[in-house]
């Protein structure tokens, strides 16, 4: 199976921890990251898709991805 991810949040540096965390989780890059500015908070916001192949895994729609 391969599971997907997209990471969101504020474009600081906890956002980077949690990319960094799935990487070092076993999940890979998916894409190039996403930038938009937050009206309503007037900070910028990121996403970054992530990828990984779980072998022997079925998928479900109740798994926790995260916890992959």
């Known amino acids: ?5 997209l990471l969101t949040g504020e474009d ?5 921890h949690k990319v960094t965390a799935a990487l070092n989780a076993g999940w890979a890059l998916h894409g190039s990251p996403a930038y938009a500015f937050d009206a309503g ?9 992530v990828v990984k192949d779980v072998p022997g895994a079925d998928y479900d729609p109740g798994m926790k991805l995260g916890a992959l």
């Open 1 to 5: 199976m391969q599971a997907y991810r």
């Open 12 to 16: 600081d540096a906890a956002f980077c």
């Open 41 to 49: 908070t007037g900070r910028m916001r990121c996403a970054q898709a």
